[in-house]
């Protein structure tokens, strides 16, 4: 069965950092991996999908990668802000898992002024 | 807008009640999903259905129902079995078309009194 850790759990940094929140899975046999981020009382943004053939995806401020064979991602922020404060999901879709996302449990991040 | 709506945002439940949770999707999406996030625990699968007139079972479907009677609806049904049911429910859809990204509504909180 496969299983998503993202560690830390919590996480809180001074404007203007860049941070790295980290995911890893347990079945490597994945489709794809996304990110998502989730603000308190909200529903989940879609920030970024890797898919299996790829090693990384960009979107602005945000830098996401994947190492199947360590079992791993990363999802980078550079120049923190106080906006990006939310708590933050990995979701990994397994090769031939009937769509299904298996989602860690998050990071709560907290960007200070 | 293209989107996912739920409605209620707030839903209030008393003892041995059946409630039912509305998703609406104007995506065009084949598959639409329904998962309960509790805290601490990440989101967890109830049912999903990949095309009108079929669903499956997710993680913990007990205590809940489904139907799919249009590609735009996926109304979620909270029977009096379920033993726990305060919790926030999302509801996301996806096309595969677009690598299977998930995209979520913006959940509805059930409270049991």
């Known amino acids: 069965k496969q299983e998503v850790t993202q560690i830390p759990a919590a996480l809180s940094v001074p404007e203007g950092e860049n941070l790295v929140l980290n995911c890893s899975f347990t079945?490597?046999?994945?489709?794809?991996l996304q990110w998502f981020r989730q603000d308190p009382g909200k529903g989940l943004t879609s920030l970024l999908l890797i898919q299996s053939s790829q090693r990384e995806q960009t979107s602005g401020r945000l830098n996401a990668s994947l190492d199947k064979s360590s079992g791993r991602s990363t999802l980078y922020i550079a120049a923190s802000q106080p906006g990006d404060s939310a708590t933050y999901l990995c979701?990994?879709?397994?090769?031939?898992?009937?769509?299904?996302?298996?989602f860690g449990t998050g990071t709560q991040l907290k960007v200070e002024l | 807008d293209g989107g996912i709506t739920q409605s209620p945002k707030y839903l209030f439940r008393k003892e041995g009640q059946n409630v039912t949770l509305s998703c609406e999707q104007n995506?065009?999406?084949?598959?639409m999903y329904w998962y309960r996030q509790d805290p601490g625990q990440g989101l967890r699968l109830i049912y999903y259905?990949?095309?009108?007139?079929?669903?499956q079972k997710g993680d913990i479907a007990e205590g809940y129902s489904v139907s799919r009677e249009k590609k735009e609806s996926f109304p979620l049904t909270v029977t009096s079995a379920q033993k726990n049911p305060t919790a926030f429910y999302l509801c996301a859809s996806t096309a595969k078309r677009d690598y299977n990204e998930q995209f979520f509504g913006p959940g509805t909180r059930l409270t049991v009194l």
């Open positions: 995506l065009n999406h084949d598959a």
């Open positions: 979701a990994v879709l397994l090769t031939g898992g009937g769509n299904k996302l298996t």
């Open positions: 259905s990949q095309i009108v007139n079929d669903f």
């Open positions: 079945d490597s046999a994945i489709y794809n």
